[in-house]
């Protein structure tokens, strides 16, 4: 047998795999978890036993909530999960070249014109990439790994944090 006949067709197979090995790999990529809001909250646990009565302000005329423990239980498996869901953005970090960071909420006014949500309805996200915008509450898909995170903040206290890989506009 020709030793030139089979080195060519090895030569040829170990380009095509190293070829095939280097090509993008955004079709291997996970498909992200879709989430809504409700999804936040562990599997158990009803909205009507986060918020507990609270009080009135009744010259602010504004309800202010008292959140129980179960406001900051958190759903374990999304520690760690690639997900993408929406919410409108409330920038804490942004420059001239946008928004960095920001906490992401399930409707527009939350923790400004009316009281936070509870923690476990809240996300602080942060990108490399900045979000390009020159207004509050744009409403947008986050793609990216979350994780549980605690913070308080001035604001609210937040239960998520995720670090988004992709941000895109989203339509109501």
């Given at each position: ?30 498909t ?46 999304l ?58 509450w ?7 790994r ?27």
């Amino acid at each position: 047998m020709d030793r030139s006949r089979r080195i060519l067709p090895r030569r040829t197979l170990l380009a095509a795999a190293a070829a095939f090995a280097a090509g993008p790999r955004n079709s291997w990529a996970a498909t992200p978890r879709v989430l809504a809001w409700e999804d936040l909250i562990p599997p158990g646990v009803p909205m009507a036993q986060i918020i507990g009565e609270g009080t009135i302000d009744v010259f602010k005329d504004t309800w202010l909530p008292v959140f129980d423990e179960n406001a900051t239980k958190l759903h374990k498996d999304l520690d760690g999960a690639y997900v993408k869901m929406p919410g409108y953005m409330l920038p804490f970090d942004i420059s001239a070249a946008g928004v960095t960071s920001f906490l992401m909420v399930p409707y527009a006014g939350a923790c400004i014109h009316t009281p936070p949500p509870p923690a476990n309805q809240l996300v602080f996200v942060e990108t490399k990439k900045p979000w390009q915008t020159d207004r509050m509450w744009d409403p947008v898909w986050v793609t990216g790994r979350m994780r549980h995170e605690i913070q308080s903040t001035t604001l609210a206290d937040i239960g998520y944090a995720m670090d988004a890989e992709v941000i895109e506009a989203y339509e109501w």
